[in-house]
């Protein structure tokens, strides 16, 4: 048994199962909890005015932010930006996809059609070894 003092309150405590005390860790489970059922009602809350109205201090929310235990929203500029329908990369205005998912759904093969017959296609196919090549 790993017996450690609390980092918050100095109490003694079993270290292999928390990193603070109980009492400590109801603390912040509770405070959790309130801070979460702000962030829900709150979407676009910045952190400042979660530490004003929850009362928690930076280090808590960013423990929490670390653990993926809360989410805070992007800000205005990020949400705003362009992205590509593919990849989700930031694009320029006036397109709509990015240089390399539009190379890449150039270069696809377009599906066999009902007018294309397999003599045409195995005519197309030279073969080289273990790869197939299409001309």
């Not at 109205?53 to 930076?58: H, K, L, T």
């Not at 320029?92 to 759904?105: A, M, N, V």
Request: positive net charge; glycine residues 4%; aromatic residues 6%.
């Amino acid at each position: 048994m790993a017996l450690a003092n609390c980092p918050r309150c100095g109490a003694l405590f079993n270290k292999s199962t928390l990193d603070c005390c109980p009492a400590c860790h109801e603390e912040e489970e509770r405070l959790i909890k309130i801070t979460q059922a702000y962030l829900r009602a709150h979407r676009n809350a910045p952190v400042f005015e979660v530490m004003q109205n929850v009362d928690v201090p930076q280090w808590m929310l960013d423990k929490w932010i670390l653990e993926k235990r809360i989410q805070f929203v992007k800000p205005e500029e990020e949400m705003s930006k362009l992205r590509c329908l593919y990849c989700g990369r930031e694009i320029e205005p006036g397109i709509s996809i990015c240089k390399t998912c539009h190379i890449r759904k150039l270069t696809e093969k377009p599906p066999m059609g009902k007018n294309s017959s397999e003599a045409e296609t195995k005519s197309k196919i030279k073969r080289t070894g273990m790869h197939v090549k299409i001309r």
